[in-house]
């Protein structure tokens, strides 16, 4: 379930290089915190990994990720 909140900071880096989004400091900031905060669980919870769903929560992430941002542009081209 962690995996779901990587899902924006992953959104805004294949924006940021694909695209040429770019966001103010704030937000850029506030998704560190995310990405530390996400850190710190996974870390604190276990100190082993389990591969395979290491595997899957990438592949979810991925693809989740790049369906709101293909979702997005398909949105802008009908307004």
């Known amino acids: 379930q962690v995996s779901k909140v990587v ?3 992953f959104v805004y880096l294949i924006q940021a290089l694909f695209y040429g989004v770019h ?3 704030e937000v850029k900031v506030s998704l560190v915190l995310v990405m530390a905060g996400v850190l710190v669980v996974t870390t604190s919870e276990n100190m082993y990994t389990n591969w395979l769903g290491l595997f899957f929560a990438v592949t979810g992430v991925t693809a989740c990720s790049f369906y709101q941002v293909w979702a997005g542009t398909k ?3 009908f307004n």
């Open 7 to 9: 899902d924006t900071p």
């Open 75 to 77: 949105q802008k081209e």
């Open 23 to 25: 966001y103010c400091t």
